[in-house]
């Protein structure tokens, strides 16, 4: 998704206005700043979490700040503070898929 949208691509505010409306989620994150493990990379990953009242439905969205586009943790050109597949693991694991 193009951050700014273009003629062919929503912006992600656009898209994360649909995910929040949609699970009704509080407009205010919870950021977080990331470790800046690798200075060598000159860019560092702020992580964004949009959360209902009891905390059982969430948003969260990673920003490679002074980011290319890339997937982090594996092009030695990207951010290397985290691994992207370890970022997404990470949220996962914390859902069950139900037995239904």
Known sequence: VELYGNDTHVSFDLVLEQFL???QLMQEPIVYDLPDKNR???STITRYDYQNSNE??????YLVNNGK???PGIQNWSNMDAHAADLIWEFCNNF???DK
Do not use: I, P, Q
């Open 21 to 23: 409306g949609f699970n």
């Open 96 to 98: 069950k898929l139900s």
């Open 40 to 42: 060598n990379d000159n």
């Open 56 to 61: 059982e439905t969430w948003v969260r969205f």
């Open 69 to 71: 586009h890339s997937y």
